[in-house]
């Protein structure tokens, strides 16, 4: 059975950072591609960030340059590092295993799913 749990969310100041994590188990990790979701109240979920097995990257617009994505199979972490925070980053964020992950194309929907990670920045 495939569990996903992130850990690191919390509250902080716009201009801050923080470092989210995600324990993953029941699945051969290097294997998956695996990405970060987000989603604020009232709307919908949408996709931040993901490494593909290969170590290749996406960002979303929103936080291209801000925040950075990384894993290490060794452990079975994945790691979204989020820096410059602005209060419209304020979300649950979610860590993704299962679905594709192109440098150069937006999110799709993945089939694997934690719990989620509140984040909240503050003006």
């Known amino acids: 059975q495939v569990r996903l749990v992130e850990s690191g969310g919390g509250s902080v100041q716009a201009g801050g950072s923080l470092r989210l994590s995600c324990t993953a188990s029941g699945l051969t990790f290097e294997s998956y591609n695996m990405a970060w979701f987000r989603q604020s109240s009232g709307k919908e979920r949408e996709g931040v960030s993901c490494?593909?097995?290969?170590?290749?990257?996406y960002y979303s617009d929103s936080v291209k340059g801000r925040f950075t994505v990384s894993r290490d199979n060794t452990k079975n972490m994945l790691y979204l590092q989020m820096n410059s925070l602005k209060p419209e980053d304020t979300a649950v964020y979610y860590c993704?295993?299962?679905?594709?992950?192109?440098?150069?194309?937006?999110?799709?929907?993945?089939?694997?799913w934690g719990q989620g990670t509140q984040v909240t920045v503050s003006s």
């Open positions: 490494i593909n097995r290969n170590g290749s990257t």
């Open positions: 993704a295993a299962g679905g594709l992950c192109y440098s150069n194309s937006p999110l799709r929907p993945y089939s694997k």
